[in-house]
């Protein structure tokens, strides 16, 4: 069985430009999130999303990053405009539900570079 | 407010030495889950294992052990006869019920296993 899938796993931008990072799930897993890794530090949820609804996303920074997970399935996180400090590893993880916490699956990041 | 300390950074061993590594929590929830996983060099987060309050039995698998106490707030994780294939950073996570799954990571310890 496949696990999480991210693309691009690297992507080295300038300040200002947009971004965007693709995710797709286990398949049939409802809960879907993005989690920040910033070097040497332990991931922070982003923004969790139940089938197609995002229901924690007190943690996304509405003013440049947005993300959307059309259909209940894949998702994307994006950034507009990318600052020097959004370089950092963006993980995407999913679970079959939020009910009961268990065990996350996690892809492997994609890993942005602001210059 | 929910809380994970890894005090330790970096630990570095030669292989078959016995390694602990330790977790300190904070929460307010007599009912909250903990974790562990390892993320070696590719990037994705591998669960270990998960350990709701109510069960302070220690677990053993294999090579790993994890030392729950709840008196100390203290969810350790130990490695015996560490092997190369060790070295990775292990992050120690706390989950709460009615955060569908959230996890909140201590910073990593980064474990290297020289041969």
């Known amino acids: 069985e496949a696990g999480v899938v991210q693309s691009p796993r690297y992507k080295i931008i300038e300040k200002k430009q947009p971004v965007a990072f693709w995710c797709n799930p286990i398949?049939?897993?409802?809960?879907l999130y993005w989690y920040l890794q910033n070097l040497g530090q332990g991931p922070e949820l982003l923004i969790r999303?139940?089938?197609?609804?995002?229901?924690?996303d007190s943690q996304l920074p509405k003013d440049r990053f947005s993300a959307e997970r059309l259909k209940g399935v894949d998702s994307t996180l994006k950034i507009q405009p990318a600052e020097l400090g959004d370089s950092a590893v963006y993980l995407c993880?999913?679970?079959?539900?939020?009910?009961?916490?268990?065990?996350?699956?996690f892809g492997e990041g994609s890993r942005l570079t602001v210059l | 407010a929910q809380k994970v300390t890894q005090a330790q950074t970096e630990i570095s061993v030669v292989e078959k030495e016995d390694v602990t590594l330790d977790c300190v929590y904070e929460?307010?929830?007599?009912?909250?889950?903990l974790f562990w996983y390892k993320q070696p060099p590719s990037g994705e987060l591998v669960f270990l294992i998960r350990?709701?309050?109510?069960?302070?039995q220690n677990e053993i698998s294999g090579r790993y052990s994890w030392n729950f106490q709840k008196s100390t707030s203290s969810f350790n994780f130990t490695i015996t006869a560490s092997q190369v294939v060790d070295s990775a950073v292990y992050f120690c996570?706390?989950?709460?019920?009615?955060?569908?799954?959230?996890?909140?990571f201590g910073q990593g310890t980064e474990l290297s296993v020289k041969p």
């Open positions: 993880a999913s679970s079959l539900s939020g009910l009961v916490p268990g065990e996350l699956f």
């Open positions: 398949s049939g897993h409802n809960t």
């Open positions: 999303y139940e089938n197609e609804e995002a229901v924690d």
């Open positions: 929460t307010r929830d007599t009912t909250y889950y």
């Open positions: 350990r709701n309050s109510f069960d302070e």
């Open positions: 996570a706390l989950s709460e019920p009615n955060q569908g799954g959230k996890l909140i």
